[in-house]
Structures are given as structure tokens and as C-alpha cells.
């Protein structure tokens, strides 16, 4: 009755707690519950909503595009951290333009996309044709040629509904995307543009500020060793009221990241590996000699490449000189190591003066089978079909290319090509070399049947045939699991950041410092190949100071790794910036002081002579501008500039900027007359706040910076 009592008094409380542990029930786990709430499972969030199946799409897609552009099959992490960096930053600034353009009635809809389709496709044929879809149309040209791309860009949607033509259309999403991004930003900036006032005070107080300067200039490294004995110090009120000033533009972080120290353990090969490698290669090369080529060939699980190669196709270092030159027909290659990373013997077994390249003419004749099943001729109609336009070419009854038009195969357009030795089937070269030019040769390829009539031969040259064997030198699984203990041992051995620097440098074990490391990344500091330490560092229940477990890096190193300092999005806290606002501070008053130790040898001396005692030059008739860029300036720094135009003339003087200290001579400063109408100080401040010539993405960023966001794509790779 106790019980029961208790139960009626918290009768609310229960029925909530029932009704929350019945709903874990119904959806399997109670961790599902709260991740309703909470943001701990979210990859991404663009203005308080969750972008992340569009991300993993647009990720998609990118990667598709990426593929066909550079032509390759797959990438490396830093390429695959670019592909996710590209992938992030149109992801936002599409979500930021789509707001804003809503919010002015002009919202991009599914119609105008398709719109901007026909418009990317029919631009094609015109003088000025849009430049997405001409680098796409480019990309798969180099594949299939001209006629078929226009076949395929004409036909792209249905490439999105098999799954052997995904990639192509996801490639296709990607460009339309970007050029629909680029048609959003256009709208925007020319709406943000016209809506920018600049009052005539402002634009006539330019005017008159903007003046110019001739000097005598001199640009002088704190570096230098004159100034090695110069030091200064900061305090920590300098440091604290230095921060408070500037938190909000120096120390707003935008994109959460990490400082990841790493220390490194090499996999090499003991010397007991390296022999043992070396015994084993010299044992098969007894072997491979005193043994018929095809059978130790075979006993190798390998197949005897019968390809003739010309000298230029060796690409090993050495090789074409041993193959040519050194090694008769018939003679083996003896042992010898490569550049420390493989062991190589082999065997010249033969050589010929032949074309390296062929020119053909062909007609492709599909069949039905389990590949091509819209296809209705048969493998005998096609055999049939092949022998019957052998006959008629030979004859001359009609010629190659006009058949061709008659015979394209399915969507392909057959065409005229160089085909080289290197890259063909062995049996279908040699049959085209044994084909005289205007002979055709018929060839059954998996599928089908090729027709190809030989136009030209290049001039036969020196070529062989030879079988190379190799022997990757790696470490032995022994001497692995002794570099991992040595790496697990050391883990064990310390406690923080800290202690991995200092017990790494007592070891005499390299290590790797990596700043300001993002989540996507694939290095750390120029370390490459790091994707599985960054996930580590960027792990939930990973803090600071925490120390990894082994990581084994790509099979070439075992790596321990630990974070010394956590950056969070938004501003950071003095402590983690302090040491930064110190050195900054520090080389500010390092260069005042230098500035200060010049103006005194000045009074004893000539810009010319302390030029060699710094180890520079003087530049003479340099001209200044008060409101010019770095680049116009001569790279003098503008916190300089601003002092250099309030000197006297005629006197040289030293000052200094942020980084450099610079001594000038000033021997006129020309006034400064505003334009009667102010247009051009008007166009001036246009471009110094929002122009293509100082910064196109003035507003955009600012909106971006101004959004809320959240960045947990390190999911990506855990989920």
C-alpha cells in the first residue's frame, strides 16, 4: 500500500517518465529520444536547419564532377578534404543567397533551373557559350568525342535514371548547381550594389586625404643580426586590454579546430629485414635463370606480357639504358635495388623494328548479349555483318566512312584514331601491323565485332620485349610489432600535450605540430595522410590534452597523437589566444624599438651606409599613395603609410609597421584635389567596399559571418 501511495503523490512525474520510456521502446533506444533534441548528432546546420542529406548529396555530386574534370578514378585526402571544403562553401553561400533573395520576392525556382538548363545546353552552339557547361562538354569529349557528347548532353536526364550513367548525371547536377549559384550571387551583388549610397562629404574628404608622396624608401627585416640583441617584453594588462579590443575581428573563429601534436614512428626495415629481402630476391633470380621464362612466369601467378616497348615507355631511372643498350637479346637482368623501395631482376627476350602507332578507321558491330541488351543482332549476324563489310572495302565497292555513318554503333559515333602499341591489345596490333594500309582487318573483341581498315604506320623503330619482376623492401611483420610496442610504450609514457614534445625530443622522436588544423582536413602541418588522427582529435569524448591510442598511418608510419588546444566556433577565450596576442604584441614593440635604434645611428649617419650595415637597398623616387593598397605601395605595410604622410620633408626617418620597419626620405607630397562631381571618389569607395578589384565577396561574407552555423562534418566519416 506503501508503494502504491508513493506512486499517486508523483503520479505526474511517472506518467512522464512512463510516457518517455515508452516511446524509446516503440523507436528501439533510448539515445534516439535525445537525439531529437540535441545537436550532438547533426552533421551540419545552415540557420538553425539540418543540411545534412543535402551536404552528403552535393558531396556526392562534387565528387562526380571532380572526377570526370581531373579524369581520375579516385583521390587522395588532401583532394577528398578539398572536394568537402568546396561542398561546404556552396552549400552555405546557396542557403545564404536563397535567403536573401526570398526576402526580397526573388526567390530561384525549380523553373528558373530549368531554364538556366536549356540555356547552359543551347549556349553550346553560340559564340559565347556558358562556361560550365563547356568544361563539362570538354571533359566528356576527351572520352568519346565531339558528336557523341552533344548526343549525351541531349540526352543527360536518362543518364540519371540507370545506375552505369549515376555518375555522369550526378557530375551534370554539380555544374548546374554552380552555374545557378554563380546566376543567385550575380543577382544579389548587382541588387546590393545599387542600393550602396556614399554621401559627397565622405567622397570629398577622400578626395582631399588622398594624396601622394615621392620618397626615398629603405625596407628593413627585424630579422636582420644588426637588431639580434633587441628584444622587448608585454604585460598581461597590455594583453588583456589588446584582446578586449579586438576579440570580436581577430579571435571570432568561424570553423571549429584543433592544434594536434603527433609524434612518428617510422615502418622501416631492420637490416635483418633488408637482408632477408635480398636473400630471397637472389634465391628466385637463381631460379628464374636456370628455368624455362613461361613456367616461373606462371609459378609467379603472372602473365608473360608479350608487348613490344620503345625506349621512352621505361620509366624507371636506368632501365632503358640496360634494356637497349647493356643487354643483348636473351640476356637477364641481374638484381639490383631502386631507389631503396623495390628489388628488380628479369630477362630481354625479344626485339623487333616496328610502328609504335597505328591509324585506323573502324566500325564497331555489337551483338546481343548479357551487356548489350537493347541490342537485336546476333554474335553470327554480327560475324556475318563483319566478313560482308570486309569484302566491300577491299573491294572498293564503298569506302570506310561512309559506312560508318550507316553502321554507328547504338549512341557511339564511330571515328578515325591514332592507336598506340602500348595502349592496345597485343593480338589486335599485331594483326593491324600484318594488315598492309587500305587492308581491313576484323576483330572480335568481347560483345562485338570491330571492322578496321589501316590508313598509316609510323616508322618502324627499336623496340623490345622483356619480363621484369619486383620485389616491394618492407618492413617484416616482426620488426612492425616492434615499432608498434615502441609506439604503444610511448603512449603509456605520457600524460598531455606537453609531455609528448618534451619526451619525444629526450627519445630523439620526430614529431609534427599541426595549428589550427579544421575537421575536414587530411594533414597536419605537412604531414599528409592524416584523415584517421584528425577524426581522433575531433571525436565527442576527445578533450584537450587527450593522447591517442596507436594509429598505424597508411601502412608507413604508426603515429600517437594528442590535442593541444580546442577552438570552438565563435570567440575565443583569452587563455586560448593569450600566447598569440603575446607574440604579436611583442613583435609590435620589437619593431618600435628597432624603428627607435634606427633614428639614433641616423643622426650619425646616411640611409645609404646603414643599407649595407642591414643588409638591404635604397629605392629612390618611390611613389606613395595615402589610400593605395600594399601593392601599389611598394608592400609598405598601411599602419606605416599612415605615419610616413605626417613626416617632415627632407629628413630620413624610421617607422615602423606591424612587420617591417621602413626609412624614408620624403621629398614631396603632392596635395590632393577632389573631382568636381566626386564620381571618381565615389567609383572608388564602390570598389574599396563591395568591387570585383578589392573584394567581390565583401557582402556575401559578411552575411555568411553573421549566420549561424553549425559544423560537426567530422561525422561524416563516423557515421
Request: hydrophobic content about 40%; glycine content about 4%.
Amino acid at each position: 500500500m506503501a508503494a502504491i501511495g508513493s506512486i499517486r503523490k508523483h503520479g505526474v512525474a511517472l506518467m512522464i517518465i512512463i510516457g518517455i520510456a515508452l516511446l524509446a521502446f516503440i523507436l528501439g533506444d533510448l539515445s534516439q529520444v535525445t537525439r531529437t533534441f540535441s545537436n550532438k548528432n547533426v552533421m551540419a546546420k545552415i540557420d538553425g536547419k539540418s543540411v545534412d542529406q543535402e551536404y552528403r548529396t552535393v558531396y556526392e555530386q562534387n565528387t562526380a564532377l571532380f572526377r570526370l574534370l581531373q579524369k581520375k578514378s579516385s583521390f587522395d585526402e588532401n583532394e577528398t578534404a578539398q572536394i568537402h571544403e568546396s561542398t561546404w562553401r556552396s552549400l552555405i553561400q546557396e542557403k545564404i543567397l536563397d535567403k536573401q533573395l526570398a526576402a526580397l520576392g526573388l526567390s530561384y525556382n525549380a523553373d528558373m533551373v530549368e531554364d538556366l538548363k536549356s540555356e547552359m545546353l543551347a549556349s553550346l552552339n553560340t559564340q559565347q557559350p556558358n562556361q560550365y557547361m563547356m568544361q563539362f562538354a570538354q571533359a566528356i569529349a576527351e572520352q568519346v568525342g565531339p558528336e557523341q557528347t552533344m548526343s549525351i548532353l541531349s540526352n543527360i536526364e536518362e543518364y540519371g535514371r540507370n545506375e552505369q550513367g549515376k555518375d555522369l548525371y550526378n557530375a551534370y547536377l554539380a555544374i548546374v548547381r554552380y552555374a545557378a549559384l554563380g546566376e543567385k550571387y550575380n543577382r544579389y551583388n548587382a541588387l546590393a550594389q545599387n542600393t550602396l549610397y556614399f554621401s559627397d562629404p565622405l567622397a570629398k574628404k577622400l578626395g582631399e586625404d588622398n594624396k601622394t608622396a615621392m620618397v626615398s624608401l629603405m625596407t628593413v627585416s627585424p630579422e636582420a643580426p644588426a637588431f639580434k640583441d633587441i628584444t622587448a617584453s608585454v604585460s598581461d594588462k597590455e594583453i588583456k586590454e589588446f584582446y578586449d579590443l579586438h576579440k570580436k575581428e581577430l579571435f571570432n573563429v568561424s570553423e571549429a579546430n584543433r592544434d594536434i601534436d603527433v609524434a612518428i614512428f617510422p615502418i622501416n626495415p631492420s637490416a635483418a629485414d633488408l637482408k632477408a629481402i635480398e636473400d630471397s630476391v637472389r634465391a628466385d633470380y637463381e631460379k628464374f635463370s636456370t628455368s624455362d621464362i613461361a613456367a616461373f612466369t606462371a609459378e609467379k601467378n603472372r602473365a608473360l606480357d608479350s608487348t613490344y616497348f620503345k625506349q621512352e615507355d621505361i620509366v624507371l631511372e636506368g632501365l632503358d639504358s640496360i634494356l637497349f643498350k647493356a643487354t643483348p637479346v636473351g640476356s637477364f637482368i641481374e638484381p639490383f635495388e631502386y631507389e631503396n623501395s623495390r628489388w628488380y631482376f628479369g630477362k630481354v627476350f625479344g626485339a623487333a623494328e616496328r610502328p609504335d602507332s597505328v591509324q585506323v578507321a573502324l566500325i564497331e558491330l555489337p551483338y546481343k548479349n548479357a551487356q548489350n541488351q537493347n541490342v537485336t543482332r546476333t554474335r553470327k549476324e554480327a560475324a556475318a555483318l563483319a566478313d560482308s563489310l570486309k569484302t566491300v572495302i577491299t573491294s572498293n565497292q564503298k569506302d570506310i566512312f561512309t559506312l560508318q555513318r550507316d553502321f554507328a554503333a547504338a549512341e557511339r559515333t564511330d571515328s578515325t584514331l591514332w592507336l598506340p602499341e602500348r595502349d592496345a591489345i597485343v593480338e589486335l596490333y599485331n594483326g593491324l601491323l600484318s594488315t598492309p594500309n587500305g587492308g581491313v582487318y576484323v576483330y572480335k573483341a568481347q560483345g562485338g565485332y570491330l571492322v578496321l581498315q589501316v590508313l598509316a604506320k609510323t616508322e618502324p623503330i627499336s623496340k623490345r620485349q622483356f619480363v621484369l619482376f619486383d620485389y616491394p623492401i618492407n618492413a617484416s611483420d616482426a620488426t612492425i610489432s616492434q615499432i608498434k610496442a615502441q609506439a604503444t610504450e610511448f603512449a603509456a609514457s605520457i600524460n598531455n600535450a606537453s609531455e609528448l614534445i618534451s619526451k619525444a625530443a629526450e627519445k630523439g622522436i620526430q614529431t609534427v605540430k599541426g595549428s589550427n588544423v579544421p575537421s575536414m582536413s587530411a594533414t597536419i602541418g605537412q604531414l599528409p595522410n592524416c584523415r584517421d588522427i584528425v577524426s581522433w582529435a575531433f571525436s565527442d569524448d576527445v578533450k584537450k590534452d587527450d593522447i591517442s591510442d596507436v594509429i598505424n598511418v597508411e601502412k608507413m608510419f604508426f603515429a600517437v597523437a594528442s590535442v593541444e588546444n580546442v577552438r570552438k566556433t565563435g570567440i575565443q577565450k583569452l587563455e586560448n589566444v593569450k600566447a598569440d596576442i603575446e607574440g604579436m604584441l611583442t613583435a609590435g614593440k620589437r619593431a618600435e624599438a628597432i624603428a627607435e635604434k634606427i633614428n639614433k645611428d641616423l643622426s650619425s649617419s646616411n640611409m645609404e651606409t646603414l643599407a649595407t650595415t642591414y643588409g638591404t637597398q635604397v629605392r629612390d623616387s618611390v611613389r606613395l599613395v595615402f589610400a593605395g593598397d600594399m601593392y601599389q605601395n611598394y608592400g609598405v605595410e598601411g599602419k606605416a603609410i599612415g605615419k610616413i604622410f605626417s613626416l617632415p620633408t627632407n629628413k630620413a626617418t624610421a617607422v615602423n609597421g606591424n612587420n617591417m620597419v621602413y626609412v624614408v626620405n620624403v621629398k614631396e607630397v603632392n596635395k590632393a584635389t577632389p573631382t568636381q562631381e566626386l564620381n571618381l571618389e565615389k567609383n572608388f569607395l564602390r570598389n574599396l567596399v563591395v568591387g570585383r578589384e578589392r573584394n567581390e565577396m565583401t557582402i556575401l561574407n559578411y552575411l555568411i559571418q553573421n549566420s549561424k552555423l553549425l559544423d560537426n562534418r567530422s561525422r561524416f566519416y563516423q557515421n
